[in-house]
């Protein structure tokens, strides 16, 4: 369980990135008041939660439904996580984890900004989705398990909502160098885990028994 929740956590943070989600907020927030700044920061995450959540636990029913099998979601799911995972050690941004250069446009001239872009896709992505359907999916139906993979997601939620109390006091302490060492690191390890994530799904496919 210990192995599941390192995995979850290591997971979900990469693919959410509390820190980056963070810095974008205090971007987009310049002239908020204090009050309205937590009040978009609580509406986000609620919401975020309830859309990850929703995710995680009909995700794989959905897919069943629609005649995709576990294989091609974890080769697919390792194949949207790789490429997250490239652009986090390149200390590059993409849609999967933030927002397009016309989304961040449309969002500055916003008020309230706590449904789009801060709810989804900044804390609620594609990579987010995508990666709690396929941990859910590993888990097998073990209660256990999938108890500590949707703990290890409020936890990263959770702490995503104290970095967003504190935005502009983490932009200050960490600064440009110190966001893109921390995002370059959790690269590195979700890109190990998508690359398996693949293999895992190759093997699971019978592709390799077929060509035998």
Do not use: W
């Given at each position: 369980?210990?192995?599941?929740?390192?995995?979850?956590?290591?997971?979900?943070?990469?693919?959410?990135?509390?820190?980056?989600?963070?810095?974008?907020?205090?971007?987009?927030?310049?002239?908020?008041?204090?009050?309205?700044?937590?009040?978009?920061?609580?509406?986000?995450?609620?919401?975020?939660?309830?859309?990850?959540?929703?995710?995680?636990?009909a995700g794989e029913i959905?897919?069943?439904?629609?005649?995709?099998?576990?294989?091609?979601?974890?080769?697919?799911?390792?194949?949207?996580?790789?490429?997250?995972?490239?652009?986090?050690?390149?200390?590059?941004?993409?849609?999967?984890?933030?927002?397009?250069?016309?989304?961040?446009?449309?969002?500055?001239?916003?008020?309230?900004?706590?449904?789009?872009?801060?709810?989804?896709?900044?804390?609620?992505?594609?990579?987010?989705?995508?990666?709690?359907?396929?941990?859910?999916?590993?888990?097998?139906?073990?209660?256990?398990?999938?108890?500590?993979?949707?703990?290890?997601?409020?936890?990263?939620?959770?702490?995503?909502?104290?970095?967003?109390?504190?935005?502009?006091?983490?932009?200050?302490?960490?600064?440009?160098?110190?966001?893109?060492?921390?995002?370059?690191?959790?690269?590195?390890?979700?890109?190990?885990?998508?690359?398996?994530?693949?293999?895992?799904?190759?093997?699971?496919?019978?592709?390799?028994?077929?060509?035998?």
């Amino acid at each position: 369980m210990i192995e599941t929740a390192i995995v979850a956590f290591t997971t979900f943070f990469a693919t959410i990135g509390p820190i980056d989600v963070a810095a974008m907020f205090a971007a987009l927030t310049p002239h908020a008041s204090p009050a309205e700044r937590r009040s978009m920061a609580l509406r986000g995450t609620l919401i975020s939660s309830v859309i990850l959540v929703f995710f995680a636990l009909a995700g794989e029913i959905l897919l069943s439904t629609l005649g995709i099998s576990l294989a091609a979601l974890k080769v697919s799911g390792g194949i949207l996580l790789l490429l997250i995972g490239i652009d986090m050690v390149f200390a590059r941004t993409s849609g999967g984890t933030s927002t397009t250069e016309d989304e961040a446009s449309e969002a500055l001239a916003k008020k309230d900004i706590s449904v789009f872009p801060l709810a989804t896709p900044l804390i609620a992505g594609p990579g987010t989705m995508g990666a709690a359907i396929l941990l859910m999916a590993n888990a097998k139906g073990d209660l256990i398990a999938e108890s500590v993979v949707i703990g290890a997601l409020l936890a990263v939620i959770l702490l995503t909502l104290l970095l967003l109390l504190l935005a502009t006091k983490v932009q200050q302490l960490l600064g440009v160098t110190g966001m893109h060492v921390i995002s370059r690191v959790f690269g590195v390890l979700l890109s190990a885990l998508a690359v398996q994530f693949m293999f895992d799904g190759i093997a699971q496919s019978g592709l390799l028994q077929a060509t035998h």
